[in-house]
Antibody, heavy 126, light 109 residues
Framework: EVQLVESGGGLVQPGGSLRLSCAAS????????ISWVRQAPGKGLEWVSV???????YYAESVKGRFTISRDNSKNTVYLQMNTLRAEDTAVYYC????????????????????WGKGTTVTVSS | QSVLTQPPSASGTPGQRVTISCSGS????????VNWYQQLPGTAPKLLIY???QRPSGVPDRFSGSKSGTSASLAISGLQSEDEADYYC??????????FGGGTKLTVL
């Protein structure tokens, strides 16, 4: 069964750091793209970052320079290192398997997340 | 402030057809494909529609998507009580990030 399980969330003080893990089963992260998406309490979804199979990474402006996405193929796990955390980073963080690419070149770019984990909660508060 | 614009709420009675709109720009919906996600209360989002109008295995054909210019729509026909959820549109933006709508809360009356 294809599955993603997030862990590593918790309570951290403003300015602190946290590393989230996203463990995959039923497929290999090395040949797939993995995204992180977060949802603040009572709010909508916000895309955070993606790592492509070729190791390219992209980030939302709100986390650029503070968050780093990486992958350990031997553990079949993707990580999100979060530094200099702020109160506005408080959210449930989901990881999701992602499919992306061009239908035709040139042409529309498709990007969608077909398998999601259950999420891990990050609370930034003093 | 979300990049894509959705109505905050929608409603319908069982059996009715409802549509949810999603407005974007030339750098996202206008040039890339659109997806829809369903989030039932207290659960993780689930892919509902991808690449404008494709349904993943297991999604009923009561759900359909369409796009025109820089806007997209999700239609739900034969509305059922279990369709009560939050619905989000999303698209890749040419500024190299995925963008979401603010979400539409669907109430089945």
């Amino acid at each position: 069964e294809v599955q993603l399980v997030e862990s590593g969330g918790g309570l951290v003080q403003p300015g602190g750091s946290l590393r989230l893990s996203c463990a995959a089963s039923g497929f290999t992260v090395s040949s797939n793209y993995i995204s992180w998406v977060r949802q603040a309490p009572g709010k909508g979804l916000e895309w955070v970052s993606v790592i492509y199979s070729g190791d390219s990474t992209y980030y939302a402006e709100s986390v650029k320079g503070r968050f780093t996405i990486s992958r350990d193929n031997s553990k079949n796990t993707v990580y999100l290192q979060m530094n200099t955390l702020r109160a506005e980073d408080t959210a449930v963080y989901y990881c999701a398997r992602t499919l992306a690419g061009h239908i035709t070149v040139p042409g529309p770019y498709y990007y969608y997340m077909d398998v999601w984990g259950k999420g891990t909660t990050v609370t930034v508060s003093s | 402030q979300s990049v894509l614009t959705q109505p905050p709420s929608a409603s319908g009675t069982p059996g009715q057809r409802v549509t949810i709109s999603c407005s974007g720009s030339s750098s996202n919906i206008g040039s890339n494909t659109v997806n829809w996600y369903q989030q039932l209360p207290g659960t993780a989002p689930k892919l509902l529609i991808y690449s404008y109008n494709q349904r993943p295995s297991g999604v009923p054909d009561r759900f359909s998507g369409s796009k025109s210019g820089t806007s997209a729509s999700l239609a739900i026909s034969g509305l059922q009580s279990e369709d009560e959820a939050d619905y989000y549109c999303a698209a890749w933006d040419d500024s190299l990030n995925e963008v979401f709508g603010g979400g539409t809360k669907l109430t089945v009356l």
